[in-house]
């Protein structure tokens, strides 16, 4: 019998309107690691994680996403961007009546990264 696919991750593409700016904000300040760059394409990651940018043909249009990220130990990591001063404030670190604890940061084009964190695991 023939295995079955198997899904092994997602990767989140995000449009920027420019992608060494966007790369430069996630490694610079969210300790993301650099990947790769081909000018309007290219991505980052952080342990497990990797986030991937591209540059739309109209570059001035450039229309937000959003990404949710599921970490350990986010208050935490929380408290590491609350010192950085890029925590939403709209969007501020809060139990979830799903299960989870969340809070969010918007990068330079607006794209919307919210961290997840499921309760139970880490702190």
Known sequence: MAAESYFA??????????????????????????????????????????????????????VPSLCRIEVTEIRKLYSEFRERNIVNSDADIAAKPWGTTEFSVHDPDGNTLTFVEVFGLGS
């Open 9 to 62: 991750r997602g990767i989140p593409m995000l449009p920027v309107a420019n992608v060494r700016r966007a790369m430069d904000f996630y490694v610079d300040v969210l300790d993301f690691k650099f990947g790769f760059n081909a000018g309007s394409y290219g991505g980052v990651r952080r342990d497990a994680i990797e986030v991937h940018f591209w540059t739309p043909e109209a570059p001035d249009k450039v």
